[in-house]
Structure formats: structure tokens, C-alpha cells
């Protein structure tokens, strides 16, 4: 067989394969969707970074379902204009769709929102922590530690334990915990001394893994601390990968004649194995909606199924510390 015929072998196969895994996503992976028309009418739940992406796809369907909906993100300009589309797409009341501010790179925003939800909000029967930075420089915030560590965890953390006493009002409240099957490459024990500054993280992926590995030792520990009688359930989920905004973690890690092999690698495995928003929101809206979840002792979620995670994010020794550790940095 001549080069010629063997590259064009080549090039057959590679484009078959495009093609079969296009529409298997499209017509299998991306038709996949909740088939409850469980209604959440006078349920209040809150959403961060609820204005694009999986979040935005969460509160559209959550609005179909009558419930009220709380958008916290911290660009107000995107989050007007992701409140005019959410009516117009849902057709829901203005009086179930409220939007205010939280910046969750600033402790002190999240302290300022949450005195302000629990001010003037008459109850909140779903958290989701839905928002996050998906790679961002080695930086640190204001408060002193990394930026996906901060936005991704501990605000959410301080988020949450603001939040609970409102939690606990409720007949039966839920905190859901976005985080992602990435946690998995986390297989070193944890600097507990490098924890939320991640000075020494040197991996590709930055501190992104290690913020969602934390997110699920957090939720294990919170789920071990609420009694039965609060009525308060706590879950973490994986939305599996997904095309949205958020930032390429290796972006700014690849150097220019890397990218131009990357990216056009990348795009294509969006193009024929992500799933769209709509499709990834669907675990985050089966923990929200589903009614057998109610007592439920499962942990983690993945394709609206539960799910095994890594044996470092349930292991009961690093959930104790991280949360020792979690309220002297927030200052609980």
C-alpha cells in the first residue's frame, strides 16, 4: 500500500470515528433529560453564577417548575441581561426571579450577601453552589489565598454555614455542591500547610482539582454534622464534561506552538463529546427536584445516578481537618 493510500486510510477512520462519536453525543448523550414534572411551587432556591452556563440552565428549568429563583453572581451587567433572557425564555413571574450580588474571589461579599438574603429572603429551601473558576494565574485574593481555592471553596463553605440557620427553616432544604469528577487526580495526601494557597501546586490542571476534591470532603463532613431532625440533605455532583465559558485550565499553561496542536484538539473533542449546558444541568436539577432524595445517604452524583468518589474526598480524617482549617481561614 503506498503512503498516499495509508494516509488517506488514515484520514478515513480518524473522520468515521468524528462522525460516529457527533452523533451518538447529539442523538444519545445531548437528548438526555429529566423526565420528572416534579414542581417546585413555593420553594426559594439560590443559585451562584446562575446567570451562564450550567447555572443558567438550572434556573431556567427551575423557573418552569414555579419555583422562586435567587441568582448571585458577581457581574451585574451579565446578570441583567441573563434575568431578561430567563423571562422571556420561561414566561415566569418577575416576582419569582431576583438577582443580587456576590463576588466569591471576597470573603467580605459573602458576608455581605448573606446578611442581606437572610434580611430580606423569608426562607431558602435549595443552595446550589454552582459557580467556580475553572483555571486562573497563581494568584491570590484579598483575603490571601488562591483564587480557585477561594471562588470554587471556601466562599462557598462560608456561603453555605451563613446561609444555614435559613437552611434549617425549611421542611426539607438541600446544599448542592457542583464539583467535578477532576477531584480524581488528586492523589497525593493534601499540604494542609499549603492548603488555600496552593504556593506548590505544580500540576497542569493548577488548583482546580484540588477545589472540587475539597468541595466533596466539605460535603461529606457537612452531611455528617446535620442531624435528621435539621431536614437539611447535602450532595455534591459531577455535570461531566461540559461546554461552556468557563476558562481552559491549560490556557495560560501551554506555550504558543503547543496551542496550535491543543486547541484545535480540544475543539473537536467539545464539538463531538461535550455535553451542551442544557444537558449538563440535568444532575444539578435531579438534586434539587428529585423527592426520594430527601433522606438520602448518598454523597455524590453523576448522569442523575449516584456515584462512587474517590476514596481521599470520603475519608473521615482530611473532612475533619479541612473543616477545622476551612472555619479558622473564613473566620467562623
Not at 429551601?125 to 485574593?141: E, M, R
Amino acid at each position: 500500500m503506498t503512503s498516499l493510500h495509508k494516509y488517506r486510510s488514515i484520514l478515513l477512520v480518524f473522520g468515521g470515528t468524528v462522525l460516529t462519536g457527533w452523533l451518538y453525543n447529539k442523538y444519545w448523550v445531548n437528548r438526555r433529560y429529566l423526565s420528572t414534572n416534579q414542581l417546585m411551587n413555593g420553594k426559594t432556591i439560590l443559585i451562584t453564577g446562575g446567570n451562564t452556563g450550567i447555572g443558567y440552565e438550572t434556573a431556567k428549568d427551575l423557573l418552569k417548575r414555579n419555583a422562586r429563583v435567587v441568582i448571585a453572581c458577581r457581574n451585574l451587567i451579565k446578570g441583567r441581561e441573563a434575568i431578561e433572557n430567563l423571562l422571556k425564555e420561561t414566561n415566569c413571574s418577575k416576582t419569582n426571579l431576583r438577582l443580587m450580588e456576590c463576588d466569591l474571589s471576597s470573603l467580605n461579599s459573602v458576608r455581605k450577601f448573606a446578611k442581606l438574603f437572610n434580611e430580606e429572603e423569608r426562607h431558602l429551601d435549595v443552595l446550589i453552589c454552582n459557580a467556580g473558576l475553572g483555571y486562573s494565574p497563581q494568584k491570590q485574593t484579598e483575603d490571601g489565598f488562591d483564587s480557585v481555592i477561594q471562588s470554587n471553596y471556601l466562599s462557598h463553605f462560608l456561603l453555605t454555614n451563613l446561609l444555614l440557620d435559613k437552611l434549617k427553616k425549611s421542611e426539607s432544604a438541600r446544599i448542592i455542591n457542583v464539583s467535578s469528577d477532576l477531584h480524581r487526580l488528586v492523589k497525593k495526601p493534601i499540604d494542609w500547610s499549603d492548603a488555600f494557597t496552593q504556593r506548590n501546586s505544580s500540576g497542569m490542571m493548577g488548583s482546580y482539582p484540588v477545589s472540587k476534591l475539597f468541595q466533596i470532603l466539605s460535603s461529606y463532613q457537612f452531611k455528617k454534622n446535620l442531624s435528621d431532625d435539621e431536614h437539611v440533605n447535602v450532595f455534591c455532583l459531577t455535570p461531566g464534561f461540559v461546554s461552556t465559558s468557563i476558562k481552559d485550565p491549560l490556557e495560560e499553561k501551554i506555550g504558543s506552538l503547543l496551542s496550535l496542536i491543543y486547541y484545535p484538539i480540544m475543539c473537536i473533542s467539545k464539538w463531538v463529546f461535550a455535553k451542551t449546558a442544557q444537558c449538563g444541568a440535568q444532575t444539578s436539577i435531579y438534586c434539587a427536584v428529585e423527592p426520594s432524595l430527601d433522606r438520602a445517604k448518598s454523597l455524590y452524583f453523576q448522569n442523575c445516578a449516584v456515584c462512587q468518589s474517590s476514596p481521599l474526598s470520603i475519608d473521615p480524617e482530611s473532612a475533619r481537618k479541612l473543616w477545622d482549617l476551612s472555619c479558622q481561614a473564613v473566620g467562623l
